[in-house]
């Protein structure tokens, strides 16, 4: 009954080598965010989708972009990634209520 | 100021014990409180959720929201060592963001 599901659960990517991560929802809500969180850290948004609308945070690096091809998936993609880019990405969904549920991360390490 | 502020502990309590977490913020507007549990390595889950003002109980939890004062609380009934991870609180206006404070660890000892 997983309703937000990442994978991979662990990425290891090189230094500057293009990375995807990937995230589907059963819930069906309209909207889909990425986080990113360091450790001890509170997540950082790095950007959210309603449906089909793309919202960026201000403070994303360029390096990172998204796609939301339809309702059920979302997709990170890091161009060249650094090795501050290393973190867990968190998936969310939120719906009518404002509930928001994540999924179980996945955790990048750049060598 | 940030939008929202929590203590980041850590604190550590005996298994039993009523542990009491809370947070507060600066933005009059929000309306949804949340929150989460994670365990290490993994993704919040959530705990409870609150609309606008009171509270919620849900078993060995109870959430309160003091609008009025800009302060949420999540009290833990008889606390178990597999309540040991950290808490984070959130909270949102009507629109797509949400806030997050930075997460009290919590150790419950056997």
């Known amino acids: 009954d997983a309703m937000v599901i990442q994978n991979p659960r662990y990425q290891v990517t090189q230094f500057g080598k293009p990375v995807t991560l990937s995230c589907s929802q059963t819930?069906?809500?309209?909207?889909m965010y990425w986080y990113q969180q360091k450790s001890s850290q509170a997540p950082k948004l790095l950007f959210h989708y309603y449906d089909k609308d793309f919202n960026n945070e201000a403070d994303t690096p360029d390096n990172f972009q998204s796609r939301r091809p339809n309702t059920s998936f979302c997709f990170l993609d890091i161009r060249s990634p650094g090795l501050g880019d290393a973190a867990m990405y968190l998936c969310?969904?939120?719906?009518?209520?404002?509930?928001?549920?994540f999924g179980p991360g996945t955790r990048l390490t750049v060598t | 100021q940030k939008e929202v502020e929590q203590d980041p502990g850590p604190l550590s309590v005996p298994e039993g014990a009523i542990v009491s977490l809370n947070c507060t913020y600066s933005n009059s507007a929000f309306q949804y409180f949340m929150w989460y549990r994670q365990y290490s390595r993994k993704g919040p889950e959530l705990l409870m959720y609150t609309y606008s003002s009171g509270n919620k109980e849900d078993g060995r939890f109870t959430a309160q929201v003091d609008k009025s004062s800009k302060y949420i609380s999540l009290f833990i009934r008889d606390s178990q060592p597999s309540d040991s991870a950290t808490y984070l609180c959130?909270?949102?206006?009507?629109?797509?963001?949400?806030?997050f404070g930075t997460g009290t660890s919590l150790t419950v000892i056997p």
């Open positions: 959130a909270m949102s206006e009507a629109g797509n963001q949400f806030y």
């Open positions: 819930l069906n809500h309209n909207v």
């Open positions: 969310a969904t939120s719906g009518p209520r404002r509930e928001q549920y």
